[in-house]
């Protein structure tokens, strides 16, 4: 667990560390400094939670699961109001609260699937049946999926109930109840971008990138021409073209064209591998958790990060269409930011409780009737 835990934690670091060096040079080519200030304050905020997630037993987190979920939905209900949520780029996202913004979609993020792990810890064998595999959690879902959606963040709902029917899976919910839920809600997200002219733009523009260069596929295009012109060693940091005005967005969703077209492809195949890492760690401590609640939280949080990167790498080299998803630790946004490092806080915190750092606990024992594993079975490492 101990190399786990390391390589998790180096491979954030990195991330985080090369994140704020491009944001410096995505910076040059603007005026003032404040979004690079305001990404060293959600670096020094999410570290701090960062570091409070690890230090504290995870387990506390069940306690607060239904009310932190609660909280969120009504900062997502509040983020549509006119007046109370800030419209920025065509769409309600954010709450200004004065020295920055805040985005309530990223904490709906973490909270629901905080909810949705205590929700399968609790009702343990019974998430096979219908009422607790799908029907409750599922209104969760659609709620939280929903207040997203009309936001509008197509992205963020499509990422979000990717991994929220992954976490339902291993949860224990039959895949049988799963599959209709997500192929409806494929249909019906696939009608809803038909019926929008911005979105179906973004569709032709993926699937004709020459033709629509010059239109909605400009930025997309450009990313491609700063990663091909970086080659292998890069133009030198500081060196970028591309950010001069030709990827609009290069700072936040586009950063890894930036990457790529300054230090060349082996920079931007570290990225990759870094993210692999975390990716086969974060499942090597969930799998290994001593309950539940953490095998499933950690899958979650693993999930999370790890298709959240795979979308936004996907969508800057031209693999997939664009769906404005953040890089994870890298890309400008500071409530991304702090709800990312958070959510390795408690990767990190459950690896600290685990089985194999001496838990006698078996996280996989047979449980109650009743479907839960009682607390005083769970014990502190080194206890008796």
């Not at 607060?64 to 997502?76: C, Q, R």
Request: charged residues 10%; proline residues 4%; glycine residues 12%.
């Amino acid at each position: 667990m101990r190399y786990a835990t390391n390589i998790l934690a180096i491979c954030v670091a990195g991330l985080l560390a090369l994140g704020i060096v491009m944001l410096y040079s995505a910076g040059m080519s603007q005026s003032g400094a404040r979004f690079r200030v305001m990404q060293l304050v959600g670096a020094g905020l999410g570290m701090l939670v960062c570091f409070i997630a690890t230090a504290i037993d995870y387990r506390w987190l069940k306690k607060i699961a239904f009310p932190l979920f609660g909280f969120s939905l009504v900062l997502l209900l509040l983020v549509l109001v006119p007046g109370v949520g800030t419209f920025r780029n065509g769409a309600y996202r954010w709450l200004d609260l004065g020295p920055m913004y805040f985005q309530p979609s990223e904490l709906a993020k973490i909270s629901l699937l905080i909810a949705l792990a205590a929700w399968g810890h609790l009702h343990g064998r019974r998430m096979s049946e219908f009422k607790y595999g799908l029907a409750f959690p599922g209104i969760a879902i659609g709620l939280t999926l929903g207040f997203i959606f009309l936001e509008p963040d197509y992205g963020t709902t499509m990422l979000l109930a990717s991994v929220c029917c992954i976490l339902l899976f291993v949860a224990g919910s039959n895949w049988k109840y799963i599959v209709p839920p997500m192929a409806a809600g494929a249909v019906l997200m696939g009608v809803s971008i038909m019926n929008n002219t911005v979105r179906m733009k973004r569709i032709m523009a993926f699937l004709h990138p020459e033709q629509y260069r010059e239109d909605v596929g400009f930025q997309s295009y450009q990313a491609m021409l700063a990663l091909g012109s970086g080659g292998t060693t890069g133009l030198g940091l500081g060196n970028g073209r591309q950010k001069l005005g030709f990827v609009p967005e290069h700072h936040t969703d586009f950063i890894f064209s930036v990457i790529g077209e300054e230090l060349g492809v082996i920079a931007t195949i570290g990225v990759l591998l870094a993210f692999v890492a975390i990716f086969i760690c974060g499942l090597y401590i969930a799998w290994n958790a001593r309950d539940r609640f953490g095998m499933i939280l950690g899958t979650g949080i693993t999930f999370l990060i790890g298709l959240q990167a795979f979308i936004n790498i996907g969508v800057v080299t031209s693999a997939l269409p664009n769906k404005g998803l953040p890089l994870p630790f890298i890309s400008y946004g500071p409530s991304s930011l702090v709800m990312m490092l958070s959510g390795v806080g408690i990767l990190l915190s459950i690896a600290s409780y685990s089985q194999v750092n001496g838990s006698e606990y078996d996280a996989h024992e047979p449980e109650s009737d009743s479907g839960f594993v009682p607390e005083q079975q769970e014990l502190l490492p080194g206890s008796t």
